[in-house]
């Protein structure tokens, strides 16, 4: 994904998205793939060639990455262009079109923010929801982390990966808005020691924001940033790391890698195998092989 001196590879599709190769080809034909709804949150991969659309406007925030090809579309008064790697970021309420620039196509994934997701998150800081000048920012950080949430389109986003998502969005997206940033002052040690022996104890269950929020007194995305400060993870990551650790030990006494897949919580073997290896750097059967001396 990244080359040797940390920036976006030139053509990030089809390295990115393990088990999605099929949707990050040179565009044929137009398409768009949408994904599994959310509440106020859509996200889509597009491909096409040419001109795709007229001007129109969203009453959403329109945020994705060029995936292939060069992006181009109209917006406040001048034609933008985006290469691979770049991050698009469309305000609510604005006039654009969209389009690819050359004869080879274009291929992207966007993600479509509702305001008052946003609103909630900067309620407490009170600040004003973020406008951001320039539409086309290269932001490596900001890239990997919208492409998180646009990695597996086939699958629906987790209620507490959501939370830490809109969290560190807000804030990228504040500060390329150069909106003040309140200091985020002393952790809330007690609430955030709470939530991590809530998740230890639930490991293997479906934990929802609400329940962290009855048992903290901490609103979510508040949660989010002290968790995140105070563990270096979110939430979400504690209780997937939690689940593949568990994983490991079934596979390494020789429990099939199906079975496990099902107690500990992932959707089947293959959401199980992407979030292994993003984990441990190998797939759950090569590790079984290796712990019983077999590779």
């Not at 590879?9 to 998205?17: N, Y």
């Not at 050359?102 to 998150?121: A, I, W």
């Not at 989010?224 to 979400?236: D, L, Q």
Request: proline share 4%; aromatic share 8%.
């Amino acid at each position: 994904m990244q080359s040797e001196n940390g920036t976006l590879h030139e053509d990030v599709a089809g390295q990115i998205f393990e088990g999605l190769e099929r949707l990050c080809v040179a565009p044929e034909a137009n398409r768009i793939l949408s994904a599994p709804a959310y509440p106020g949150i859509e996200r889509i991969q597009a491909q096409f060639r040419g001109d795709a659309f007229d001007l129109h406007r969203h009453d959403t925030y329109a945020l994705g990455v060029t995936m292939r090809g060069v992006q181009t579309f109209r917006y406040r008064g001048k034609q933008r262009y985006s290469v691979p790697g770049r991050v698009i970021i469309l305000h609510p309420d604005e006039l654009h079109d969209g389009g690819a620039a050359t004869e080879d196509g274009l291929v992207y994934r966007m993600l479509y923010l509702e305001p008052s997701v946003l609103f909630q998150c900067l309620e407490a800081a009170r600040v004003g929801l973020p406008f951001v000048d320039d539409p086309i920012v290269r932001d490596d950080r900001l890239a990997g982390l919208l492409l998180a949430a646009l990695g597996e389109l086939d699958r629906e986003l987790d209620e507490l990966f959501v939370d830490d998502f809109v969290s560190r969005l807000t804030d990228g997206l504040v500060q390329h808005a150069r909106l003040p940033q309140r200091p985020l002052g002393s952790i809330a040690w007690g609430q955030v020691k709470t939530a991590r022996d809530y998740l230890e104890a639930h490991s293997m269950q479906d934990v929802r924001s609400q329940e962290l929020e009855r048992i903290t007194g901490l609103d979510r995305f508040t949660l989010a940033r002290h968790f995140r400060a105070a563990f270096a993870t979110s939430p979400h990551r504690f209780l997937l790391m939690r689940r593949l650790q568990q994983a490991k030990a079934m596979i390494g006494v020789g429990e099939p890698i199906a079975e496990v897949a099902a107690a500990t919580g992932f959707a089947d073997q293959s959401h199980l195998t992407r979030h292994f290896k993003k984990a441990f750097g190998i797939a759950p059967g090569a590790w079984r092989n290796m712990v019983r001396g077999d590779g």
